[in-house]
């Protein structure tokens, strides 16, 4: 069974920086794709960045470009999602999600659909403060 926990998030200030953390388990994790979206209150889940099965290449929504990294340890089965200059608009819940890899699909961009997922965590808060 495909367990995706994430851990990390909370109340932070607009400037500071956190790292947000997803822990798999149940699958090989080095054999998808991760995903990170949020869902701010009222709104839909969006998607926030994504990194490769091989950690080699990651995309970005415009928004997030330049202050959202991802990364991922493939030996601790986590990605992470390091937030710098964070602000009042980040606040949502985050989730990570993970994607089975694809034959022709290496690259990061082919993880934005959200069809592509086939497990989600339960998703950790995220509130910025000016």
């Not at 998808?32 to 080699?56: D, L, N, S, T």
């Not at 995309?59 to 990294?69: A, E, I, L, P, Q």
């Not at 089975?100 to 997922?117: E, H, M, N």
């Amino acid at each position: 069974q495909v367990q995706l926990v994430e851990s990390g998030g909370g109340l932070v200030q607009a400037g500071d920086s956190l790292i947000i953390s997803c822990a798999a388990s149940g699958l090989t994790f080095s054999n998808y794709g991760m995903g990170w979206f949020r869902q701010a209150p009222g709104k839909e889940r969006e998607f926030v960045a994504a990194i490769a099965w091989h950690g080699r290449d990651t995309y970005y929504r415009d928004s997030v470009k330049g202050r959202f990294t991802a990364s991922r340890d493939n030996a601790k089965n986590t990605v992470y999602l390091q937030m710098t200059s964070p602000k009042p608009e980040d606040t949502a819940v985050y989730y990570c999600a993970a994607a089975p890899k694809v034959p022709g699909k290496i690259y990061a961009v082919d993880l934005v659909p959200t069809g592509r997922y086939v497990s989600w965590g339960q998703g950790t808060q995220v509130t910025v403060s000016t």
